[in-house]
């Protein structure tokens, strides 16, 4: 048994009893970076969401040994209120919660984290912005930075790189590159499949089950991606109980 | 003149001075909390909860009349007990929280008109329902002030989980389990402002000391400290002046204060640097970068 840094035991997640992606068995290497792809509706973000412990299984386990605070979780759409006034600064700085815990305050060695993590996503000079004037690439540039004070050893990123410009996507694939490095854990949801075989050793090819795992190169073939593209993305609603589960 | 129109008033009559110490307390309660509400387009829920108090005031007045004591805590009592049953139903059940917050504060404002109507007259419904602002004694003052110094207490110790939760509550429930407390914690501020706000105003008016000046704030400046310093400014500002108009015209004084500051909503509508109708006709050279 490899090192584990996820763990899935015969997962299925779901909603309301139709599941999104069941039956997913297998491990996350630690220091593994790994990436999910699959159609529209593969389950791809509900698997983020499961693994982020944000949605529990209807049968099988998702295990993080380390622990869900070893966890950093970028969702695809996170539920931020851009309206309300909060600063760059402010928003970055919440990633050093669990550091501080949520009652501390910021010592001078925060506030300089603080800032290296803007340098390193091309923000400095931003930290007193409103975060309701950002534009949608300099946003994800901010998460990214609240991301890298989170230390986190698992991260989480679902489509992180959609909807922004090629220069926006290169520094952060290069952020994504620095945690490989550091042997963290990095899984990401993907579309570009130019991308994932670029940047990506492993993947996880879903469609609403799992299709293929393993090294990138041997999951992208021709034949998996058809299979993956002839998924039903419609759930059943006269589906029995499935036999398989628990 | 000047004196006997601004200082007068307070000078010589206590129960204006008590009345001005009354809303200058419950500003700097209420006005924080109202900002919070509004960040967190909350804005008429403070309203729903005002309604929700009812009944546990009418209970604490049916066992023993207009007794501050038992008041109070029937007012807690009540609009805790709406809050969390909303909150309840709201994670057991498709139904969101605004319609689930409506249910419960219309039945609690129903089941509170019928138990005031149970015994006592027309008179004491309307001093529930607008409070007595000219009547603060020291018991009451004592309450107000005393919820007004936990509320920024206790706002600044959830300052942060708060702040969060209204940006980003979905990091925060990933970072922490405090989500849940924190909200928990701050209606429960919301309660105890409105208490406190409807010894003064009443349960319909208490609101508009916590809204209005919140409302009015946010097109001043877009800094949430500025929010809150400028949301409690105002609410001083129309205690005083809302005083001072109705002593000198004869109006009743607590819709009097609200009026002032409806009037500093309207202005600020108007004249607000941030967003105003003005701001936005007058032309501005737009900055090199």
Known sequence: MPDAAIRFDDLTLGYDRHPALHHLSGVVRRGSLTAVVGPNGAGKSTLMKGIAGALSPLSGRCEVPGGRESVAYLPQAADLDRSFPISVFDLVSMGLMRRRGLFGGLSRADRDDVGEALSAVGLTGFERRPIGTLSGGQMQRALFARLLLQDAQVILLDEPLTAIDSKTAADLLALVQRWHAEARTVVAVLHDLDTVRTHFPETLLVAREPVAWGATGEVLTPENLLRARRMSEAQDPYARACARAA | ?289
Request: aromatic content about 6%; overall charge neutral; glycine content about 14%.
């Open chain 2, 1 to 289: 003149m000047l004196y006997d129109t601004l200082i007068a008033p307070f000078a010589e009559f206590e129960f204006m001075r008590r009345a001005l110490a009354g809303s200058v307390a419950l500003s700097l309660g209420a006005g924080p909390i109202g900002v919070f509400l509004m960040l967190r387009r909350m804005s008429l829920v403070g309203d729903a909860m005002a309604h929700a108090i009812l009944p546990g005031a009418a209970i604490g007045y049916l066992v023993a009349g207009l007794s501050l004591g038992w008041m109070t805590i029937g007012g807690l009592a009540a609009g805790m007990a709406v809050a969390l049953l909303a909150g309840l139903v709201t994670r057991a059940t498709p139904l969101r929280e605004d319609a689930s917050l409506a249910a419960f504060y219309l039945i609690s404002l129903a089941l509170g008109v019928t138990l005031v109507s149970l015994r006592g007259s027309n008179l004491d419904l309307l001093h529930v329902l607008f409070g007595s602002v000219l009547g603060l004694d020291d018991a009451t003052l004592l309450l107000v002030a005393g919820i007004s110094t936990a509320t920024l207490v206790a706002l600044a110790v959830i300052y942060r989980p708060l702040v969060l939760e209204c940006v980003d509550p979905g990091f925060l429930r990933s970072v922490s389990g405090a989500g849940g407390p924190t909200h928990i914690v701050f209606l429960l501020l919301v309660v105890l402002n409105l208490v406190g706000g409807f010894h003064a105003l009443g349960t319909l008016l208490a609101v508009g000391l916590m809204m209005l000046p919140a409302i009015s704030a946010r097109f001043w400046t877009k800094d949430i400290t500025g929010l809150v310093v400028v949301a409690t400014g105002i609410g001083i500002v129309s205690g005083l002046v809302g005083l001072l108009i109705s002593f000198h015209g004869g109006l009743a004084a607590g819709p009097t204060v609200i009026l002032v500051a409806g009037a500093a909503y309207v202005l600020s509508v108007l004249a607000g640097p941030e967003g105003g109708l003005l701001s936005q006709v007058l032309p501005r050279r737009h900055l090199e970068a």
